[in-house]
Structures are given as C-alpha cells and as structure tokens.
C-alpha cells in the first residue's frame, strides 16, 4: 500500500509488514509498527467456515486478553475468508504470535489469522471507536434520571462499523471508561452519576471489572435475558446498595426449586434488596407470582416484536392506510372476524366490513374463500375502506405464540375507537405470521383479525377509556438513515462498484438512498459504457 503525502510530510512513512501464520514471527520492527496509533492494521481470517462474524471477532478478542482490540469494518471475502481493521496496542498482537496466528473455534475447527500491520493510516479511515462508543453513550445516557441503558450494546446503530462486545468482561470495561467521555465529559477520574444501569440482552456470562466506575448512587440494576450461571459473577456490585435488582431470564434463576431459596441466595449478594424480578420481597405478600401482561418468552425477540407492533398500528391509524404498502407479502393471506356485538352504533359500523368471515352469520358460503384475501393489493384496498380508527397502545397485550430464527407468530389485542364516529371503544384481537426477508427486513404473511364489542377485562378497560382520547394519533414519519447507516451504504456501494466515495455518495443522493436504485441505475450505465471516468478516480 502506497503512503500518503501527508504521512510523508510529517516524518512518518512506513512501509505496510505482513505476519503470517504459516511463519508466525514479531521482531522490533514489527513490535514498533504495531504499537503505532496511527496506523490501522487489518487482520486477514481463513477457515472461517460457517461460523457468524461475531463469534469469529469474539474469539480474537478474548485470544488477545488482557489486552483489548475493538474489529472495525468486518467484511466476508468469500465463505472461508474475511478480515477486518483495528488499532490495538503491541501486546495485543504479540499475545496472539505466541499463538501462533491461529485460533480455536468450536468443535476444534482452526481460525488461521495474517495481519498487515499498518494497512492504512487514520488519515484514510478517519475513525476513533472510543469517540464512537462515547457518542452511543452519550445517547443511551438520561441525565434527569440518571439511567444508562445499555441493552443490546452490541447492536447499536451508532457504533456503525465498530464491534463492541460488552459480553467480554475487557470490553465492558472499555466502553464504561469511555462513558467518562461520552456522560460524565471529565478528565478527573470521577465514577459516573448513575443511580439505574441496565444491561439487557447482551448474552453476559458475568460481570468482572477491576475499577470503581460508578458512586454510591447506583441502587438499580437489570440485567435481564443474559446468560449469568452464577450470583458470585455479580459480586462486583455488592458493595453498593441495590434495592432493585432484575435478573429474569438468566439460567440461574433456574436452578432454584422455590422461590424463597431463590431471594435468599440473591440476598446474600444484594443486602439492601428490596425488589426482585419486579415483586417487593421482605412483605406478608412475598413469593407472589411475577404477572407479566406481555408474554415473550426468553425476551430476545422483544425489540422486534415491540417495533413492529408499533409500526403496525402507527401506520394503520393514518388517514390514508395506503403508507401501509410494502408490509405485507405478495402472497400473505389477511381474513376477518366481526364477533357479537351489543351496542347498536357498532353493528352499524361494522357493516362497512364486508369482509367479515364469521361463519356463523353465512348466508352464502361461497364467500367463504372469497373472503379470504391474498396479496398486499386486495389487502390493503380492504383495509382502506375500513374506518378511520386510533389505538389505544396501553392496552396491548402482546404474545410470542411461536417462534423461529426466520418467521414469528405473535398475537395482539387491545381496545382502538373510530376517530370520526361517535361510539364506545371496541376491542380486537390479531394473530400475525411475519418472516424474515433479505436484509434483515420483515413482512406479514398471514393477518388474522377479530373484532368484538365487549373489551375484555371491561373493568379495567373502563379507567383506560377515561384516558384515552380517540382523536389522537400518533403521526407516521419516514424512517431516515443515520449517520453511521449512510457510511455503511456507501461502503457497500463502493466496495461492489469500486467507485470512488464522492461518486458514491452523489449516486445514493439521487437515488434517495435506496442501494437497490442506486446499484440498479449503475447496472445500465455501466452495461452501455455510460460510467464518467472521473468515478474510478482516487
């Protein structure tokens, strides 16, 4: 790789050193090129195989402890062969030359690594991921209440192209002193201003960090839907006086037969414990079963499930059901139910559903299939003639009836009102079958509706309707792309075409961002020669 002028100028070219796991060797030389910040290294992986990006970064990582090394950019060159740039300290490197370049994945299979030590500088890839990291906690952190959520961290949007594990004990100390940067803003060594932490869903194993980073403030901690075996991996806490503590999902919550053996043992970590799991202990009414009004199994679907329920009805309560085209599935199925209803204004209502497939009020069962409606076309033009309609969102009850790594089956019911008629509100009950698409999209391939007069639990519903105003709905806006998801479009464009990133930018432009327009509109001009030479320009 050639140096930059700029590199030159300020006295510090370097020629780019490859170590090799055929010959795994680190002289001076080499040592005193990997310990260059400025300089980004790229770490080439063969026998990659089968495994996913994040296992294979995460083995590097913990091959490199106690130092740590944060993988930037991972791309997969072919199905045995990916690589990936980072910035890590000599010993990092070094630790993995003692190694010998290789490393164990499961079931034995070898992960042979080359890195090329000064690839690039940081000129060509102006990128800190402990910036990065400090600006995801800067947003994560909510300074009037002092809570910092770090659920799900590794997939954060804004880390961008930076992995960040915070399932490893190292990484998790990283990113909690980067959060001296991105919260706290100090260069004191000063614990940070926490009184809620919570770190769900982040697949943690235990919590071993070896600094003081938060003060005595902190007395709220949730680490749900991880995978802690073992309360002695939470010790690091018990110097702090936890009153709430939420360890719901972890396998160690089921290695206890009875529920007091359960908070005893909590206990003896947390003194100061006064809630467990959402129940208050220590009462005549301990041991109470925990009610959840949403059911969703292990919680690891729970994001999803939850953006697109809200998604859903977000877009059906618009004024025009049309912004609704692209979530179902050209071969989706949609059927409705209409069941007794007792207040008069409803049965009149819902004579606008003509769709309504109760067999039980049939006259002419050939409608029967003919009610049954396929394709987002007919789907969408039914619901059209529908209504217009408000949800009432405090209301759902939400279930996960069955779930695969490709497709869901969730079900929803609550209480909606008719915006422009004047009538009590009714309840429903849909049962959706969504799948998985290509990149990471969903759509709807069965909607099955029901409606009925009388909300369930009426008592409760009742104090619900009091507050719920049906001429409020919330408004739909476009999803726009993110800082961090624009750069990744760009890359992939300019990977894929080897256009340069100022070409790539101005196609993206015109084509709204939208890769598929974009990738398609260069398709015809490349096929007709129609490419200006100054695209593949540096």
């Known amino acids: 790789m050639a140096k930059t002028e700029a590199a030159e100028s300020a006295g510090t070219s370097w020629e780019p050193l490859r170590l090799t796991h055929i010959k795994p060797s680190f002289n001076s030389q080499e040592s005193a090129l990997a310990a260059r910040q400025d300089l980004w290294h790229k770490f080439i992986l063969y026998g990659v195989g089968k495994y996913k990006a994040t296992e294979v970064m995460k083995k590097i990582i913990t091959a490199c402890d106690p130092e740590i090394i944060l993988p930037v950019r991972y791309k997969a060159e072919s199905p045995n062969k990916s690589h990936f740039l980072a910035k890590c300290s000599a010993?990092?490197?070094?630790?993995?030359?003692?190694?010998?370049?290789?490393?164990?994945?499961?079931?034995?299979?070898?992960?042979?690594?080359?890195?090329?030590?000064?690839?690039?500088?940081?000129?060509?890839?102006?990128?800190?991921?402990?910036?990065?990291?400090?600006?995801?906690?800067?947003?994560?952190?909510?300074?009037?209440?002092?809570?910092?959520?770090?659920?799900?961290?590794?997939?954060?949007?804004?880390?961008?192209?930076?992995?960040?594990?915070?399932?490893?004990?190292k990484v998790l100390q990283s990113v909690l002193r980067c959060s001296r940067m991105g919260i706290w803003n100090t260069n004191r060594d000063s614990r940070l201003p926490?009184?809620?932490?919570?770190?769900?869903?982040?697949?943690?194993?235990?919590?071993?960090?070896?600094?003081?980073?938060?003060?005595?403030?902190?007395?709220?901690?949730?680490?749900?839907?991880?995978?802690?075996?073992?309360?002695?991996?939470?010790?690091?806490?018990?110097?702090?006086?936890?009153?709430?503590?939420?360890?719901?999902?972890?396998?160690?919550?089921?290695?206890y037969n009875k529920c007091q053996d359960y908070v005893q043992a909590v206990k003896s970590v947390f003194p100061h414990l006064q809630k467990l799991d959402g129940i208050v202990i220590d009462t005549e009414q301990k041991f109470i079963p925990?009610?959840?009004?949403?059911?969703?199994?292990?919680?690891?679907?729970?994001?999803?499930?939850?953006?697109?329920?809200?998604?859903?009805?977000?877009l059906y309560d618009q004024?025009?059901?049309?912004?609704?085209?692209?979530?179902?599935?050209?071969?989706?199925?949609?059927?409705?139910?209409?069941?007794?209803?007792?207040?008069?204004?409803?049965?009149?209502?819902?004579?606008?559903?003509?769709?309504?497939?109760?067999?039980?009020?049939?006259?002419?069962?050939?409608?029967?299939?003919?009610?049954?409606?396929?394709?987002?076309?007919?789907?969408?033009?039914?619901?059209?003639?529908?209504?217009a309609t408000v949800h009432n969102f405090k209301s759902f009850h939400v279930d996960l009836l069955y779930e695969e790594d490709s497709h869901l089956a969730i079900?929803?019911?609550?209480?909606?009102?008719?915006?422009?008629?004047?009538?009590?509100?009714?309840?429903?009950?849909?049962?959706?079958?969504?799948?998985?698409?290509?990149?990471?999209?969903?759509?709807?391939?069965?909607?099955?509706y029901y409606l009925d007069g009388s909300p369930a639990n009426s008592n409760q519903s009742g104090s619900i309707e009091a507050r719920f105003d049906s001429k409020i709905v919330p408004k739909y806006e476009p999803t726009v792309f993110s800082g961090s998801e624009k750069e990744q479009l760009l890359t992939f464009l300019h990977e894929l075409t080897t256009m340069n990133m100022n070409f790539c930018h101005q196609s993206l432009e015109e084509a709204n961002w939208d890769i598929r327009s974009a990738i398609t509109t260069f398709m015809n001009m490349y096929t007709v020669n129609n490419v200006p030479p100054e695209a593949f320009m540096l």
């Open 91 to 169: 010993n990092a490197i070094e630790n993995l030359v003692k190694q010998g370049l290789c490393v164990s994945l499961q079931n034995g299979q070898e992960l042979r690594i080359d890195i090329v030590l000064g690839f690039m500088d940081s000129q060509e890839l102006p990128l800190n991921p402990n910036r990065v990291i400090a600006q995801a906690l800067y947003f994560r952190y909510e300074s009037t209440k002092k809570v910092l959520n770090l659920d799900n961290f590794e997939n954060e949007k804004s880390l961008g192209l930076v992995y960040c594990p915070v399932s490893l004990p």
């Open 194 to 255: 926490i009184r809620e932490l919570s770190l769900k869903y982040n697949k943690i194993t235990a919590i071993v960090l070896f600094e003081k980073f938060f003060n005595y403030h902190l007395t709220k901690l949730d680490l749900r839907y991880n995978c802690i075996n073992e309360l002695d991996y939470l010790r690091y806490f018990s110097e702090f006086k936890i009153s709430e503590l939420w360890l719901d999902g972890n396998p160690l919550c089921t290695k």
């Open 290 to 314: 925990n009610i959840q009004s949403n059911y969703l199994r292990d919680g690891s679907k729970t994001s999803l499930i939850k953006q697109f329920v809200k998604h859903y009805f977000t």
């Open 319 to 387: 004024d025009d059901r049309q912004v609704m085209n692209g979530l179902y599935d050209r071969d989706a199925l949609y059927s409705m139910t209409v069941g007794p209803l007792s207040n008069y204004t409803h049965k009149q209502v819902t004579k606008s559903f003509i769709t309504n497939r109760n067999l039980l009020k049939f006259v002419d069962y050939a409608k029967c299939q003919e009610f049954l409606l396929r394709g987002p076309e007919k789907i969408i033009s039914a619901l059209r003639s529908q209504p």
């Open 411 to 448: 079900s929803v019911q609550g209480v909606f009102s008719f915006r422009e008629i004047s009538c009590p509100p009714m309840f429903f009950n849909k049962t959706f079958i969504i799948v998985q698409k290509e990149d990471n999209e969903y759509c709807i391939t069965n909607d099955q």
